[in-house]
């Protein structure tokens, strides 16, 4: 929940900015919502593998996407 609320944060920070490029307070906040974002997504991926199909690992000679175990395996 906390990943979807930052990125909700930095879609709408990204339509104020659009309109408000010179806002130094609106970019410090995006800066730091997004350090914040890849903070959770960083502990999310290392508790639960990745998140989104951008989270595979570079670099990997296998298609690491579908290794065990899937959303509804898991117990919470």
């Not at 997004?34 to 639960?48: G, W």
């Not at 990997?60 to 290794?67: D, G, I, N, P």
Request: a negative charge; hydrophobic letters at 40%.
């Amino acid at each position: 929940m906390e990943v979807k609320e930052l990125q909700f944060s930095l879609v709408e920070l990204n339509l104020f900015l659009d309109t408000h490029p010179t806002d130094q307070q609106a970019l410090a906040l995006f800066e730091q919502i997004n350090q914040q974002l890849q903070m959770k997504v960083a502990e999310y991926e290392k508790r639960f593998g990745p998140l989104t199909v951008q989270g595979q690992k570079a670099g990997c000679s296998y298609w690491q996407w579908v290794e065990g175990p899937w959303p509804w395996e898991m117990s919470y």
